[in-house]
């Protein structure tokens, strides 16, 4: 699996407050057009519910607490963002299910593409069938 947990750099300090940050290119793997967030999730709402075919993601969760699960149609890892400094990359290929953990919880993505109704795959068996035939074979 080529998703991962990243660690922004953190600068500040308790008494003043943190700042981080990232950068196009450098920090994450992609050149980032597109940032959205997600927001006033109700507790125990799934969101999320497909995959991509060619898109790639960072997730990282300002405030509150996040639970993203990622399937690759064999096998389902669950990855915690808690903290303003955590990322979460996502290869292409992963169906995702998130939920908030916490009231006020947002989630934002950095994408490195426009937003393509096209590159959506929302139905599950749909998705396994792009695992079966390898569609994703050679990043993942
Ligand atoms: P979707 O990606 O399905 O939401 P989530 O994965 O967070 O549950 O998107 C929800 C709706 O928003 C859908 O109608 C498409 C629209 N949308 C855009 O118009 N632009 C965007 O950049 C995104 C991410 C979604």
């Excluded at 008494?15 to 597109?34: A, C, N, T, V, W």
């Excluded at 967030?37 to 969760?61: D, F, N």
């Excluded at 389902?76 to 292409?92: A, H, M, N, Q």
Aim: proline share 3%.
């Amino acid at each position: 699996m080529n998703n991962k947990l990243i660690y922004f750099k953190k600068i500040g300090m308790k008494e003043l407050g943190y700042l981080s940050f990232f950068e196009s290119s450098k920090d994450i793997p992609f050149e980032i057009k597109r940032i959205y967030y997600t927001y006033s999730i109700p507790l125990g709402v799934k969101r999320g519910m497909h995959a991509h075919k060619e898109l790639q993601q960072l997730m990282w969760c300002p405030y509150g607490e996040i639970e993203v699960i990622l399937d690759d149609g064999k096998t389902i890892e669950t990855f915690t963002l808690d903290s303003p400094d955590k990322g979460l990359l996502i290869v292409r290929g992963y169906w995702r299910d998130f939920y908030a953990k916490k009231e006020g919880s947002v989630l934002c993505v950095a994408a490195s593409d426009y937003y393509i109704e096209e590159d959506y795959i929302r139905d599950y068996d749909e998705f396994l069938k792009y695992v079966e035939k390898g569609y994703w074979n050679d990043e993942n």
